[in-house]
């Protein structure tokens, strides 16, 4: 029997959606195992957080302190590798985002573990879970199996259902002394950007650019703000500086998943296609018959976008 550990990951208080994405995930493990799930929050002023997290029917380990107020990797390892040994825990994992990738590799040291990163599924049961994870930009799916004791993982959020609520678990609270003043970094300033369409990784509907917008981005912006949709871009679009990096999807960049994900002046490399494959339906428009991208679409449109996507913005407006 191995307990599983979910770190949950969370804003002022406010729980991140890829934080029950990844209890989803803890909870296969531990349904494999047959060990006990246990979720994890650090922070200060996250009791609301942790009674939310509770009501998914798990025991909730909350670390409540103001040298925990912002989020350094430097304070959180440690606390997260104790509570694992607290805990029992053979199997520690997050979501895989900005915070799951800065942060379970440091845990992961501090716990002698290895580890296993961007997680799509497990097989096996007992001691012997494998982690099943892409490599070389997604061309080959590898089953993994991590031979120490303690494994270490963050999984690939869009692959995984949100845990159900199951009931009313615990809240425990627990220890954690942090003295800032000893640490070798310190938090100075977050300046968050502020935006009205939905966030990226969160988003219902996905409109995204690339290299044949020619960096003008106009028209994707006006059909996502019709669709109420958040604005993605392919990593040429935003190496190129047209657009800021937090629009990149891909396998450098979020990975996404929605209802819907229109890709416009984007050919669909494998490193693009590796961070929205996973949307429920995907439209293309592209001047590339040949484009790849043309070959996971449901629908596609041989055009030019700057045609296109004025046209379908009339055609959605007529129709509300």
């Given at each position: 029997m191995s307990n599983v550990l979910i770190v949950a990951e969370q804003a002022q208080g406010a729980l991140k959606k890829a934080t029950f994405h990844a209890l989803g995930a803890g909870r296969e493990v531990a349904r494999r195992t047959g060990g006990k799930l246990v979720a994890a929050v650090l922070g200060a002023g996250v009791g609301g957080a942790a009674e939310e997290l509770a009501a998914h029917g798990v025991e909730v380990r909350v670390a409540?302190?103001?040298?925990?107020?912002?989020?350094?990797?430097?304070?959180?390892?440690?606390?997260?590798?104790?509570?694992?040994?607290?805990?029992?825990?053979?199997?520690?994992?997050?979501?895989?985002?900005?915070?799951?990738?800065?942060?379970?590799?440091?845990?992961?040291?501090?716990?002698?573990?290895?580890?296993?990163?961007?997680?799509?599924?497990?097989?096996?049961?007992g001691g012997a879970v494998t982690f099943r994870r892409p490599m070389w930009a997604g061309n080959v799916l590898a089953e993994v199996e991590l031979a120490t004791p303690v494994k270490v993982f963050t999984?690939?959020?869009?692959?995984?259902?949100?845990?159900?609520?199951?009931?009313?678990?615990s809240v425990?609270?627990?220890?954690?002394?942090?003295?800032?003043?000893?640490l070798r970094t310190r938090f100075v300033s977050f300046?968050?950007?502020?935006?009205?369409?939905?966030?990226?990784?969160?988003?219902?509907?996905?409109?995204?650019?690339?290299?044949?917008?020619?960096?003008?981005?106009?028209?994707?912006?006006?059909?996502?703000?019709?669709?109420?949709?958040?604005v993605g871009a392919s990593r040429a679009a935003v190496d190129a500086g047209w657009v800021p990096n937090d629009w990149q999807v891909g396998q450098t960049g979020k990975v996404v998943a929605p209802e819907l994900y229109v890709a416009a002046?984007?050919?669909?490399?494998?490193?693009?296609?590796?961070?929205?494959?996973?949307?429920?339906?995907?439209?293309?428009?592209?001047?590339?018959?040949?484009?790849?991208?043309?070959?996971?679409?449901?629908?596609?449109?041989?055009?030019?976008?700057?045609?296109?996507?004025?046209?379908?913005?009339?055609?959605?407006?007529?129709?509300?």
């Open positions: 409540d302190a103001p040298g925990l107020e912002h989020y350094l990797a430097e304070s959180y390892a440690p606390v997260v590798a104790q509570l694992a040994k607290d805990v029992g825990a053979t199997y520690v994992g997050a979501g895989a985002t900005a915070f799951g990738k800065d942060l379970l590799p440091r845990v992961a040291a501090r716990l002698e573990a290895a580890m296993a990163t961007e997680v799509l599924g497990f097989a096996g049961d999984v690939r959020t869009t692959e995984f259902q949100p845990a159900p609520r199951e009931g009313q678990g425990v609270p627990v220890a954690a002394s942090v003295d800032p003043a000893a300046k968050e950007v502020k935006s009205e369409r939905p966030e990226l990784t969160d988003a219902r509907i996905v409109v995204s650019g690339g290299r044949g917008t020619k960096g003008d981005f106009k028209e994707v912006e006006a059909l996502a703000d019709e669709l109420g949709a958040a002046g984007i050919s669909g490399a494998i490193q693009h296609l590796a961070g929205m494959k996973g949307s429920k339906v995907i439209v293309a428009v592209n001047k590339d018959p040949e484009a790849p991208i043309f070959a996971l679409a449901d629908y596609g449109l041989v055009a030019d976008l700057f045609k296109a996507l004025p046209e379908l913005r009339a055609k959605i407006k007529a129709g509300k």
